[in-house]
């Protein structure tokens, strides 16, 4: 079974930056896609960012332009780093991936993201 976890959420101020991890139990190669999502109280689960190959990527509206997806499978490693933090970004974000044989989602345990303003 794939295990996803993530690491680096925390408070923050409006403008600040933070960077979230998501270590995968195995190469991060074998997933796609791979990514983030997040869910704020009372809200959906939104896409935040994910890859959909090796070189592509997607990212939703609100985050376009401030958030950053990077991998690292030396590490089965993703990262997102965020810059130009708003509140509206608080959230649990979770990291997600669905294996390429197989088909099998899998999502970690999520880590708060709070953004004061």
């Known amino acids: 079974q794939v295990q996803l976890v993530e690491s680096g959420g925390g408070l923050v101020q409006a403008g600040g930056s933070l960077r979230l991890s998501c270590a995968a139990s195995?190469?991060?190669?074998?997933?796609?896609?791979m990514g983030w999502y997040r869910q704020a109280p009372g809200q959906q689960r939104e896409l935040v960012a994910t890859?959909?190959?090796?070189?592509?990527?997607n990212y939703g509206d609100s985050v376009k332009g401030r958030f950053t997806i990077s991998g690292d499978n030396a590490k089965n490693t993703v990262y997102l780093q965020m810059n130009s933090l708003k509140p509206e970004d608080t959230a649990v974000y979770y990291c997600?991936?669905?294996?390429?044989?197989?088909?099998?989602?899998?999502w970690g345990q999520g880590t708060q993201v709070t953004v004061s303003s």
């Open positions: 997600y991936a669905k294996t390429i044989i197989g088909g099998k989602d899998s």
């Open positions: 195995a190469s991060i190669f074998s997933f796609r896609p």
């Open positions: 890859f959909t190959s090796i070189v592509s990527t």
